[in-house]
C-alpha cells in the first residue's frame, strides 16, 4: 500500500510477472517481520528468545517491551514507513528496537557498528530518514550521533541514544520501556510486500548502497535458511558477527532462530575464550563465521580449556573460505561445516548438511530457493556452459531489482532483464554447486567487512604531505585481506608514519574498518604495460 510512495522516491519493485509466480508458488507470504514474531510468540511464547550477559528475553517480553518502544517512538514523532537509521554492538536491546520499529511500521535502516559520522551522514542523506537510534556500549562513548548532530540533512531530526550496561536490567538500560501509560494500541498498516528495511552494501562504489528488503522476500528468504540449517526450538545459536549484517541476520541468523523458536546468546566480543566460555556454558549447537574469526578460534591456545562438543554446526562465508581451513575447522571442532555465500542484495547459497565432505570443502553449495537463477557469463553478459568460470549473475525472489534512490549505478548492476551483476567470479559444477573464484571489481575482504580502495584513496590524498597513494588487499593470515596503503610522498624528505595516516582518517569520522593496517612509502608505483597502476605488483 506504501508501494507508490516508495517507487517515487527510486525503488524498483519486483516485475509483475515475476511477483505473480513467486506470491503463486507459495514464496511470498502475507506476513511481516512483527506478525513472524508475534507467530513465534503464540508457538514460544514462555520460551528464552534472546541472552546476552546478565539479561535475558522471552518471546513475549520482547514482544511486550517492542510493542512498548514501538509506542515509545511514536509519542516521539517517528510516523509509518519513516526511515531511521539504527546502530549497535551485539546488545539484547537491539532487538526490541528493531521489533519496536516494525510493531509501527517504521523502517530500520541497519548501519554497522564500525560506521563512523561520515557513513551515517551520507546514509541519511541518501535514505531520506528522519532519525537515528544508536545504542552505545558505555556512558562515555563518543559516537556518530555526537558528531552528526551537525548534520544538515533535511527531515534528519530525530536522536536517539541509549547508553546500554550490561550489568543493568533491561528496563534500567532502556528506561522508555516503563512508560507504561503510552497508547500500545499501534496497529501498523504495512503490507508483506512494502519495503521493511534498508541494508547497506559493501559495495565497489565507495558509500554504502541501500538495498531495500521487503518483508516477503526477507521472511522467505530466512524461511529457507532456518530449513537447510536445520533450525529447531532447541537450536541455541551464538551471534558474533556484528547483528546488523545480513549473514548473522538472516542466513540463518538471529531471525532463523526466532523464527524457529531457538535461543540467541550475543557476544560482544570475537575473543576465543570469551566465546568458547558462553559456548561450554550455553551449550551452542551453531555459529556464523567470517574465515578470519574461524582462523582465530583454531589458533587460541585456550581452544583445549573448553569443551565445545555441544557445537554441530559452524557456518563459514562472508569471504572465501580455504579448503584447508575448512578442513581443520572439520577436524579440530569435530563439527559439521556449512559454507554460507551470499550476499546483502538477496541471494544466498549454502553447502548441505548431507553433503559430502568434498563438497563442503571444495565449493559454496547451492543456491536457497529453486526460483533463484543463477547464471555465469563471459564479459559481454553471454552465458556460459556448467564449469565454465565467468561473472555471476543472479535474479529470484528474494534478491533486490535495484539499488535505492540510485539510478544511475542501477544501470550497472543489474542487466536488461532484470539479473543482478554480483561483481563475483566463479562457476557452477556438475551437481550445481556454485564455487566462487575471484572478484571482478577492487574490492578489499577485511574479515568479512567490504572495503573500496578509492575511497581511502580519497581521504588519503588530503593529507598534507602525500602526492599519490594506491590502496590494496594484502592477503592476511588472520583478517583474510589486510588493507594497505602505497604513499608517494609530495617530497622525498617528508616522513610519513602509519600513526599520522590514521589520526588523520580517525579524525575524518570514517569507519574504523576502513583505515590502513600498515603502510608503505615508495618513490613511485610500478605500472603495468598500459600504465596503470599495477596493483598485482604492489603488494
Ligand atoms: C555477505 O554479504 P555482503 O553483502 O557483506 O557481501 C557480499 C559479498 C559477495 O558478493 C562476495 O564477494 C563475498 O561477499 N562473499 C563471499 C562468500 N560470502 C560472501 N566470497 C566467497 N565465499 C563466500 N562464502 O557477505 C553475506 C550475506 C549473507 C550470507 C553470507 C554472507
Redesign the pocket.
Known amino acids: 500500500m506504501f508501494l507508490e510512495q516508495d517507487i517515487q522516491q527510486g525503488y524498483v519493485p519486483f516485475p509483475e510477472s515475476r511477483a505473480k509466480q513467486y506470491r503463486a508458488e507459495g514464496c511470498w507470504k502475507s506476513n511481516t517481520h512483527f506478525q513472524m514474531l508475534a507467530d513465534s510468540v503464540s508457538r514460544f511464547g514462555d520460551c528464552i528468545a534472546a541472552i546476552q550477559d546478565q539479561k535475558q528475553l522471552t518471546y513475549k517480553q520482547l514482544y511486550d517491551y517492542a510493542i512498548r518502544y514501538g509506542a515509545y517512538l511514536k509519542h516521539k514523532g517517528i510516523r509509518e514507513t519513516d526511515f531511521v537509521l539504527l546502530q549497535s554492538p551485539n546488545v539484547i536491546e537491539v532487538f526490541i528496537v528493531i521489533f519496536g520499529l516494525y510493531a509501527i511500521g517504521a523502517r530500520p535502516v541497519f548501519c554497522l557498528h564500525g560506521h563512523g559520522a561520515y557513513e551515517i551522514e551520507n546514509i541519511a542523506r541518501q535514505s531520506r530518514a528522519v532519525g537515528f537510534i544508536k545504542l552505545c556500549g558505555t556512558a562515555n562513548e563518543i559516537t556518530a550521533v555526537d558528531v552528526c548532530e551537525e548534520f544538515s540533512v533535511p527531515n534528519f531530526q530525530l536522536w536517539f541514544r541509549e547508553t546500554i550496561l550490561s550489568q543493568e536490567t533491561i528496563a534500567g538500560s532502556l528506561p522508555q520501556l516503563k512508560h507504561l501509560n503510552l497508547d500500545t494500541n499501534i496497529q501498523a498498516l504495512s503490507s508483506s510486500e512494502d519495503i521493511a528495511f534498508l541494508q547497506l552494501?559493501?559495495g565497489t562504489t565507495g558509500l554504502p548502497k541501500l538495498i531495500p528488503r521487503t518483508h516477503a522476500d526477507y521472511i522467505y528468504s530466512i524461511e529457507k535458511s532456518v530449513e537447510v540449517a536445520g533450525l529447531n526450538p532447541q537450536t541455541k545459536q551464538l551471534v558474533v558477527l556484528p547483528v546488523m549484517?545480513?549473514?548473522c541476520m538472516?542466513?540463518p541468523g538471529f531471525l532463523g532462530v526466532f523464527y524457529a523458536g531457538g535461543t540467541v546468546v550475543l557476544s560482544q566480543l570475537t575473543q576465543p575464550r570469551v566465546c568458547f566460555e558462553l559456548i561450554q556454558k550455553y551449550k551452542i549447537e551453531q555459529v556464523s563465521l567470517v574465515p578470519a574469526i574461524a582462523t582465530l578460534w583454531l589458533n587460541a591456545e585456550s581452544l583445549k580449556d573448553y569443551d565445545l562438543s555441544s557445537l554441530k554446526v559452524i557456518q563459514?562465508?562472508?569471504?572465501?573460505?580455504l579448503p584447508s581451513l575448512a578442513e581443520q575447522i572439520i577436524d579440530q571442532f569435530q563439527v559439521k561445516l556449512q559454507?554460507?555465500?551470499?550476499?546483502?542484495?538477496g541471494l544466498?547459497n549454502f553447502t548441505h548438511l548431507d553433503d559430502t565432505n568434498a563438497v563442503t570443502i571444495q565449493t559454496?553449495g547451492k543456491k536457497l530457493s529453486h526460483l533463484d537463477e543463477i547464471r555465469i557469463t563471459d564479459h559481454h553478459g553471454q552465458a556460459l556452459p556448467i564449469n565454465a568460470i565467468g561473472h555471476i549473475q543472479t535474479r529470484g525472489p528474494y534478491t533486490i531489482n535495484g539499488y535505492y534512490n540510485l539510478h544511475e549505478i542501477n544501470r550497472r548492476s543489474f542487466t536488461d532483464d532484470g539479473f543482478y551483476k554480483?561483481?563475483?567470479i566463479g562457476y557452477l559444477d556438475d551437481d550445481l554447486n556454485i564455487v566462487?573464484t575471484g572478484?571482478e571489481k577492487e574490492?578489499i575482504?577485511r574479515s568479512?567487512e567490504?572495503v573500496t580502495p578509492s575511497e581511502i584513496e580519497e581521504f588519503i590524498l588530503q593529507y598534507p604531505t602525500v602526492k599519490d597513494v594506491c590502496v590494496i588487499g594484502v592477503s592476511d593470515e588472520h583478517l583474510g585481506e589486510r588493507i594497505k596503503a602505497i604513499i608517494i610522498p609530495k617530497h622525498e624528505d617528508h616522513e610519513i608514519s602509519l600513526k599520522n595516516i590514521r589520526k588523520f582518517l580517525t579524525g575524518k569520522n570514517i569507519a574504523h574498518f576502513k583505515i590502513p593496517d600498515e603502510i608503505d612509502v615508495v618513490a613511485d608505483f610500478k605500472y603495468t604495460h598500459v600504465g596503470k597502476v599495477n596493483r598485482q605488483k604492489l603488494g
Do not use: I, W
Not at 316 to 321: I, N
Not at 339 to 345: D, I, L, R, S, T
Open positions: 552494501s559493501g549484517h545480513n549473514f538472516s542466513s563459514v562465508g562472508g569471504a572465501k573460505l559454507q554460507v555465500y551470499g550476499m546483502a542484495e544466498v559454496q554480483t561483481g563475483d566462487v572478484r574490492q575482504n568479512g567490504k
